[in-house]
């Protein structure tokens, strides 16, 4: 894949000091805005393009910022991070999903022997991380797309912290159980990417895990989420063909994990990258007809098309979150990566970081 250009995310400084712009985990494109998330708050960004006058995107800036617990009920209130690691938008709705994931304390240069080995050994569940929530959308006063608690009769709601979290409706599953009291760097559950998928009843969700990887075969979970009827605030999983709540679908990516996804009509474009703490190698998969399964898959190497590598540096610049735009000039699409550790150079000075703006082939 050929980057064809950079351009800058610009973001206040309330964002520069939680170093959201160094942690973005997730991007989606919204006509003429971007909703981001780093992986270190509870917030999801929004900011909007700057574009020349034949509509190629040149920046994006004017970042707004939208509390998840000003929406929803987080299990961990609002001090917690939450580790949004994806976003999905469809429908009049955006979607967000933590990590999921357990940690192991991290061992800094700093530590000596003994302390290194504590932290090593120290295994720490976050409450927040294990949430999906589904955000009404809006036109604003100015016609961007603004989050709102409710619309009418559509409301912000949460699934998770009540004993309903993906992960607890894992408990019992025979390939994902085992690897669920697993940290998500030591390839545990770990959750990386959303996308939502034309359903002709309701929404349709995939998910996409980093980790675990089972043999070289990373893991999509489709769910179909709906509102509690009990609680307008509260999601749940309808059941699927009057059964189960879930689906698994397992992909050939060589032995990499899911850290992106992102809709291309009734494709399914997948950011792959390692699920250990690795930082290559990365590429762009694409899953046709990924919308119009609707039974379990089992999904080969040959099935899948490479569309392409991304670069990647040593310990930094990891490929976190990718994104169609939606632009007039060029002979063809663009897509949007923006990387989680960025390296020196993609900083700017006024306190954003370059996404790239790389053309792939439909």
Known sequence: MIVERRVELRFAEESQAAETHTNLSAVR???????????????????????????????????RTVALADLVELPAGRDEEADIEGLARANGWLWAVGSHSLKRKRVKPEHGDAKARRRLATVVREENRHILVRIPLVPGPDGLPEAVATDGDRTAA???????????LLADDPHLAPFLPIPSKDNGVDIEGIASVPSPDGER??????????????VLVEIHPETDPADPHRLRLRRLDG??????????????????????GDDLLILAGPTM????????????????????????????????????GEGEDHAEGIAVLDETHGPGPTLLVVYDSPAGGRLTEHGGVHADVVSFSR
């Open 243 to 264: 059964r189960a709540r879930y689906r698994v679908h397992f992909l050939d990516l060589g032995g990499l994990g899911v850290r992106d996804l992102c809709p291309d």
């Open 158 to 168: 949460v699934l998770g912290g009540r004993g309903d979290s993906l992960t607890d």
């Open 277 to 312: 703490s690795l930082s290559g190698p990365v590429r762009v998969l694409r899953w046709r007809g990924a919308a119009k399964t609707t039974a379990a898959d089992i999904v080969h190497a040959r099935e899948l098309e490479r569309v392409g590598d991304l670069p990647h």
């Open 205 to 218: 969700l995939y998910i996409g895990f980093r980790g675990p990887v089972l043999r070289g075969w990373a």
């Open 29 to 63: 494109q919204d006509g003429r805005c971007l909703w981001v998330a780093g992986d270190e708050t509870a917030t999801i960004e929004r900011l909007t393009a700057e574009v020349d006058e034949a509509g190629r995107v040149t920046g994006y800036g004017d970042q």
